[in-house]
């Protein structure tokens, strides 16, 4: 009989791993021997096949020059486009409902400026008060430009306990002045899952449109976005897509409402057939690539031509059962090793309310994250008191989240912490 603690042991792990039907994924990325990456879903690992699709980019561009645009094996012109196509499964969407395109602020600058039209009745956002807080400043901001303050117009639901929101609450602040919400669907801090398809259906219920900022979730959870009717999404490719520091983001926009015309409009907003017509009466296209703006960043969207390949191989169904196999087991982990140093576990246990992510807050996170750096673990600081750790399906192993672990546990049983300063850096 294997004892009880038999379920925490380096033993397990390697198990875990033995039998993991994705392990074959790891060695498709850059990852450093010895050292143990839980941050992935703030700056994902390069993979082989993302440095692939962007070295034949830079070829095309040496090979072709100009003629880039319309030749070599991924037209510059049509990259948007096809990129929308490659990410559509991963949020549940048709293709034409997706463009990669511009960063998730800017996306939502976009999206506010195409869907929100304040009526007198009708002209409040609703948003929550945990949320990034770029999506709060591109919020104001939006209403500054329609003439409308900010302190009134700006509905923020608030958390009960400072780290989830209740989606009941969320409800009940959707009132008949809210004319658009924008949501997470994953808390960036406690990895808070929302019920997307639930918040969408009552806020339709309303006359309310709704849109949610997947950058939490996106190539971590799959999404059922055209089914559950959702109005936009927005996200980035760097975190959970892995397509590199300042990659280009996404939008997805439901086929109810392509022909829309966007916002903020550009070239690139332009049908393809008559963008190059030169007009200055833009006709839009009547797919998601209206809301594009500018010539894309090409050198940009590259990677994410090779990263997606791996989703597509893998399976987004797959990726999610490992990510939550991997938290419930760093979880159990955590509960054993470290009890009794303070830590509290503030993510969701629930697997359906869960992310990808685990948090952990403690006092004294700040340096505690530095000695884990030190000791080649990379974790997430978040100001003022949290840990987060995010196992990535593609690359982390099981006997890696073993090993953060006991690393862990050394740091706080050694008090080893205590050595460095309980501060930020710049970037945290
Ligand atoms: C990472 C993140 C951002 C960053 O926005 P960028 O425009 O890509 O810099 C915004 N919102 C949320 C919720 C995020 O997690």
Not at 20 to 28: G, I, N, S, V
Not at 129 to 132: P, Q, S
């Given at each position: 009989m294997k004892s009880e603690n038999y379920r925490l042991s380096e033993e397990y792990a390697k198990e875990l791993d033995s039998s993991?039907?994705?392990?074959?994924?790891?060695?498709?990325f850059y990852v450093k021997s010895g050292q143990y990456y839980m941050d992935g879903n703030s700056l994902g690992l390069l993979s082989k096949r993302a440095e692939t699709s962007l070295m034949k980019a830079m070829d095309t561009w040496r090979d072709y020059g100009i003629d880039g645009w319309t030749q070599g094996e991924h037209p510059w012109f049509y990259l948007s486009e096809s990129l929308g196509e490659k990410s559509a499964p991963l949020i549940g969407?048709?293709?034409?409902?997706v463009i990669v395109t511009g960063s998730i602020t800017t996306n939502i600058h976009q999206m506010v400026s195409t869907f929100f039209k304040p009526s007198k009745s009708r002209n409040k956002i609703l948003a929550d008060?945990?949320?990034?807080p770029s999506d709060i400043y591109a919020l104001k901001s939006q209403l500054t430009l329609k003439g409308l303050s900010p302190e009134e117009h700006l509905i923020q639901v608030q958390s009960r306990d400072g780290l989830t929101i209740d989606e009941q609450d969320i409800i009940g602040a959707m009132?008949?002045?809210?004319s658009l919400i924008l949501l997470p669907s994953v808390m960036y801090r406690s990895g808070q899952l929302l019920d997307m398809k639930l918040l969408t259906k009552e806020a339709h219920k309303r006359g309310i449109f709704i849109g949610f900022d997947l950058a939490h979730s996106i190539g971590a959870i799959p999404h059922s976005l055209h089914e559950w009717n959702v109005d936009f999404a927005v996200w980035c490719n760097y975190k959970y897509l892995n397509s590199g520091p300042g990659g280009v983001g996404g939008l997805y926009v439901h086929e109810s409402h392509l022909g829309k015309a966007p916002g903020l409009a550009g070239w690139f907003s332009s049908k393809k057939d008559k963008q190059f017509d030169m007009e200055h009466t833009l006709d839009h296209s009547h797919d998601a690539g209206a809301f594009q703006i500018g010539t894309p960043h090409v050198l940009s969207c590259a990677p994410l031509l090779g990263s997606l390949e791996l989703f597509e191989e893998a399976g987004i169904e797959n990726l999610r059962q490992k990510s939550l196999k991997q938290t419930r087991f760093m979880m159990e982990l955590i509960k054993y090793e470290l009890?009794?140093?303070?830590?509290?576990?503030?993510?969701?246990?629930?697997d359906s309310k869960r992310g990808g992510h685990i948090c952990l807050q403690h006092k004294e996170a700040a340096r505690i994250c530095k000695a884990l750096k030190d000791r080649h673990v990379i974790p997430d600081f978040r100001a003022p008191n949290m840990i987060r750790l995010a196992p990535i399906?593609?690359?982390?192993?099981y006997q890696d989240i073993w090993r953060t672990v006991q690393i862990l546990k050394e740091i706080m049983e050694q008090e080893v912490y205590l050595k460095y300063e309980n501060k930020r850096d710049v970037v945290a």
């Open positions: 993991d039907p994705l392990k074959k994924f790891k060695q498709e969407a048709k293709k034409e409902e008060e945990l949320t990034f009132t008949d002045d809210i009890n009794g140093h303070d830590f509290e576990m503030v993510n969701p246990s629930n399906a593609f690359y982390s192993s």
